[in-house]
T-cell receptor, first 114, second 115 residues
Framework: AQSVTQLGSHVSVSEGALVLLRCNYS??????LFWYVQYPNQGLQLLLK??????LVKGINDFEAEFKKSETSFHLTKPSAHMSDAAEYFC????????????FGKGTHLIIQP | DAGVIQSPRHEVTEMGQEVTLRCKPI?????LFWYRQTMMRGLELLIY????????DSGMPEDRFSAKMPNASFSTLKIQPSEPRDSAVYFC?????????????FGSGTQLSVL
């Protein structure tokens, strides 16, 4: 079954610093991968998605993620953190076997230090 | 469009009571999903519908949980009887047909506390 593992439940960076949130996947077929963001008291919003086109995917708010098959990874990065980036970030993979829906990771809470 | 609308935003109830959570998906979306979010287990898919028909309910934890979608603009998730371990945030999400590759639109969630 398809699954994702997010390394680190909390990540803290200084404003202006590089953001790196890690996600590794397990999939028996070429995966569709996603990053979602959840701001406090809100539902999740799609940041970006990988669907087997370009391996470097650009999303909203200057976030990007690179699909690396050799490392089974789909890490999320942003060159310069902003205070407004503080949120919970979820990596997700499309369920396989023709099923709809996504399987989400446990989430990483991003903290931005002033 | 107003987005996915869930009600209530917060629900506090006592163990043994019936709880009904409501969701209005985005108009025109064919798929509706119910997720549960807890600290321990993260986001779990409970059930999803396609064109009002339940497709996969394998994530529903027990028979105490049931979900319906009587029409394209309304769905309910019911817990009867409720238990303290059901305390969580319940999200409803919808999306258009298959061509949109799983971009889900989430509601703001219902925070459920069972005392």
């Amino acid at each position: 079954a398809q699954s994702v593992t997010q390394l680190g439940s909390h990540v803290s960076v200084s404003e202006g610093a590089l953001v790196l949130l890690r996600c590794n996947y397990s999939s028996s077929v070429p995966p569709y991968l996603f990053w979602y963001v959840q701001y406090p008291n809100q539902g999740l919003q799609l940041l970006l998605k990988y669907t087997s086109a370009a391996t470097l995917v650009k999303g909203i708010n200057d976030f990007e993620a690179e699909f690396k098959k050799s490392e089974t990874s789909f890490h999320l990065t942003k060159p310069s953190a902003h205070m407004s980036d503080a949120a919970e970030y979820f990596c997700a993979v499309k369920k396989g076997g023709g099923a709809d829906g996504l399987t989400f990771g446990k989430g990483t809470h991003l903290i931005i230090q002033p | 469009d107003a987005g996915v609308i869930q009600s209530p935003r917060h629900e506090v109830t006592e163990m043994g009571q019936e709880v009904t959570l409501r969701c209005k998906p985005i108009s025109g979306h064919d798929y509706l999903f119910w997720y549960r979010q807890t600290m321990m287990r993260g986001l779990e898919l409970l059930i999803y519908f396609n064109n009002n028909v339940p497709i996969d309910d394998s994530g529903m934890p027990e028979d105490r949980f049931s979900a319906k979608m009587p029409n394209a603009s309304f769905s309910t998730l019911k817990i009867q009887p409720s238990e303290p371990r059901d305390s969580a945030v319940y999200f409803c999400a919808s999306r258009p047909g298959r061509q949109d590759n799983e971009k889900l639109f989430f509601g703001s969630g219902t925070q459920l506390s069972v005392l």
